[in-house]
């Protein structure tokens, strides 16, 4: 028989369980709002292209618990890139390259969201031995968790393909950091392939990260 204490101890488990499973499936995403990419700490401005290119880092909390996924957990760096233009002409960024290089000069480049949703998914298989990914269709708790992060990285992933004249455009972009040491401190974010409207390359932007850079924008 088994003791009425021990009844008691399973059932409280499993009721904290299941109010986890149900405030995560309540949780949704939600962007943070982007200011112009000149207040934030981490930034890099190039005054006479009048485009500045600033980064965030959510690898912690309070800042990471926008995210239903624990991205830190799975060895992911979300890095929040803002971009802001200036000038009176568009600049196009669909085919801007984003790359970490860490003090100890290893470069890496940004995840695409697949193989994002990979590892947080635990999915087998990598860019050079794709698998189907998503939609994925609905069924099961498990199913219902991973379609939920599929659109988390959808809707989080930096994706504009240009930045219009005095406007801003921002979203995150994730680094496979699980292991690579000290990969923020010391660390820059490097963008290049950013054309003006003629389209001629811009300079390359050089981000230092700053590992204590806070949530809110206005640092000096």
Same mark, same amino acid.
């Given at each position: ?23 995560? *499936? ?18 890099? *401005? ?56 860490? *003090? ?92 003006? *409207? ?23």
């Amino acid at each position: 028989m088994v003791p009425r204490r021990a009844l008691q101890l399973l059932a409280l488990a499993a009721t904290v369980a299941l109010t986890s499973l149900s405030l995560w *499936a309540a949780k949704d995403f939600v962007p943070p709002r982007p200011e112009n990419a000149s207040t934030y700490a981490c930034r890099d *401005a190039h005054p006479a292209e009048k485009v500045t290119a600033a980064v965030d880092l959510y690898n912690s909390s309070p800042k990471d618990n926008i995210f239903i996924t624990p991205y830190n957990q799975e060895g992911i760096l979300p890095v929040f890139l803002v971009i802001t233009n200036d000038g009176d002409q568009p600049i196009t960024i669909n085919n801007m390259r984003v790359e970490l290089v860490t *003090a100890s000069r290893a470069k890496l480049e940004s995840l695409t969201t697949d193989d994002v949703f990979r590892r947080v998914a635990h999915i087998g298989g990598n860019s050079n031995n794709p698998v189907r990914v998503g939609p994925i269709p609905l069924g099961g708790n498990k199913n219902k968790k991973a379609q939920k992060q599929y659109e988390e990285i959808l809707s989080a992933n930096f994706a504009a393909e240009a930045v219009e004249p005095h406007s801003t455009k921002a979203g995150f972009v994730f680094f496979d950091v699980l292991n690579v040491k000290q990969p923020v401190n010391g660390a820059s974010i490097y963008l290049t392939g950013m054309r003006d *409207a003629g389209g001629n390359d811009l300079m390359y932007f050089e981000i230092p990260l700053i590992p204590s850079n806070s949530a809110a924008p206005g640092l000096p």
